[in-house]
């Protein structure tokens, strides 16, 4: 008699229903012909012979046929289970990483021909990171508006980021408030692919946020005590909008030549801890 529990943990593993019928019929009877093995499945001859197929080619069953007899089913160790769900694993990861690859220039296209974006939503850290690594696909620059806000709420995340940034070679803009702390930042070592730049504002505030514009791509992360949230939105008119606007803001943002120039303080006074 079947035991569904067996079989519904089969078919969490990967299984499908019957193919979980039959690989429990043989583990219970043993080395069994097709007949047989259906009879204790509760499932045709037909329908049997094509699951076994299938079970063999996966690895969990194996054929034995020897002259004048009928061919026997065996069933592999149930230890096979493990390779047979770590390697759907691993498939299913290589799937991701080509769909990660690919899905920006297919909402692109998407949304050319329907006129609708697509938008995406995150939390928490790990969701900073999902958000994050989305424009390291991108084939181009990356304009990204920021604040020292990054460091206080999601180090870690950043640094990590950077690191996988500039070894893919994706460089970057960023535009920052004029404070202190940026302007340390602008005047520090610069990193590699990386060139920031401060606006010119008496009265541009602490961000507490980030938006990244890339390849028909716009992101927005907000930083709070409480939580850690972000979009992601993917349509070339918003994308042309926003990359515009940055590029204005760019060609009259101070540099690293400006500020050494200047040897002022920053327009915008630190913000209050």
Partial sequence: MADLAYQESLKQAGLGKDQAAIYEALVKMGPSPASDIAFSAGIGRPLAYKVLDELIAIGLVEKKEEPKKVARFIPAHPLKLKEVVE?????????????????????????????????????????????????????????????????????????????????????KKILMPDTAATRRELLARPLPLTEIRLLRSTDA?????????????????????????????????????????????????LSADDIKRQGAAPLVPPASQ
């Fill in 205 to 253: 505030p602490l961000f507490n946020a980030v938006i990244e514009i890339y390849e028909n791509t716009v992101s927005h992360l907000t930083f709070s005590e409480q939580s850690i949230t972000g979009t992601l939105m993917r349509d070339p008119t918003i994308y042309r909008l926003h990359k515009y606007l940055f590029e204005t803001a760019w060609r009259s943002a």
């Fill in 87 to 171: 390697k759907r694993l691993a498939l299913a990861q290589g799937a991701q990483t080509a769909l990660d690859g690919v899905l920006g220039k297919l909402t692109s296209d998407f949304n050319l021909q329907s006129g609708k974006p697509g938008v995406q939503f995150f939390e928490g850290r790990e969701g900073v990171l999902e958000l994050l690594w989305d424009s390291l696909n991108t084939k181009g620059e990356i304009y990204t508006y920021a604040d020292e806000t990054v460091e206080r709420y999601a180090a870690k995340e950043n640094e990590e980021y950077v690191r996988a940034r500039i070894k893919k070679g994706i460089s």
